[in-house]
T-cell receptor, first 113, second 113 residues
Framework: GESVGLHLPTLSVQEGDNSIINCAYSNSASDYFIWYKQESGKGPQFIIDIRSNMDKRQGQRVTVLLNKTVKHLSLQIAATQPGDSAVYFC????????????FGGGTRVLVKP | DVKVTQSSRYLVKRTGEKVFLECVQDMDHENMFWYRQDPGLGLRLIYFSYDVKMKEKGDIPEGYSVSREKKERFSLILESASTNQTSMYLCALTGGGVRTEAFFGQGTRLTVV
């Protein structure tokens, strides 16, 4: 079936460096993608989203890139800080399947001081 | 701010018990979802609802049922709890617009002994 997955389960990053988290998806009909951050003991929190008619979207210290040709999504975090340590999930929506979101398995980001 | 409240943070139940997990929202959103989250498996959709008294099966509905008698409340029911239902349960909701970011509750960690 359709799935959303992540390449790296754990990413260690030096404080101040940039982080890149990758996500592959298989449903070519997906039209909307979201990145979530989940800190220990909390529910996932929205970070940034992108629609399928865009290639790039920037937020505060974060950028999402979408490559529809290879069905790849990435989240870039600039100047990673200790507070960025968390698990990051990508999610996709197929409009034809209603408003439910399909999530990837998650990547843990560990920021080293 | 959107508020999604799950009735319990931690629950311990015995095998065979009937378990109710409650989720209440204050945003008048139509779409509500129940996910379970397990290490290495990410978030998996159990059931969702687009309206009062309406429910749809997600990817892993076996052993669960749901109830949506009022728009603001979506309940997940474990008819006869089993140890393989030990997990983190997350309630989420989305609006009906183009951007359907999901807002999550804080999660309920259920342990079945």
């Amino acid at each position: 079936g359709e799935s959303v997955g992540l390449h790296l389960p754990t990413l260690s990053v030096q404080e101040g460096d940039n982080s890149i988290i990758n996500c592959a998806y298989s449903n070519s009909a997906s039209d909307y993608f979201i990145w979530y951050k989940q800190e220990s003991g909390k529910g996932p929190q929205f970070i940034i989203d992108i629609r399928s008619n865009m290639d790039k979207r920037q937020g505060q210290r974060v950028t999402v890139l979408l490559n529809k040709t290879v069905k790849h999504l990435s989240l870039q975090i600039a100047a990673t800080q200790p507070g960025d340590s968390a698990v990051y999930f990508c999610a996709e929506r197929d409009k034809a399947a209603g408003n439910k979101l399909t999530f990837g398995g998650g990547t843990r980001v560990l920021v080293k001081p | 701010d959107v508020k999604v409240t799950q009735s319990s943070r931690y629950l311990v139940k015995r095998t065979g018990e009937k378990v109710f997990l409650e989720c209440v929202q204050d945003m008048d959103h139509e779409n509500m979802f129940w996910y379970r989250q397990d290490p290495g498996l990410g978030l998996r959709l159990i059931y969702f609802s687009y309206d009062v008294k309406m429910k749809e099966k997600g990817d892993i509905p076996e052993g669960y049922s749901v109830s949506r008698e009022k728009k603001e409340r979506f309940s997940l029911i474990l008819e006869s709890a089993s140890t393989n239902q030990t997990s983190m349960y997350l309630c989420a909701l989305t609006g009906g617009g183009v951007r359907t970011e999901a807002f999550f509750g804080q999660g309920t960690r259920l342990t079945v002994v």
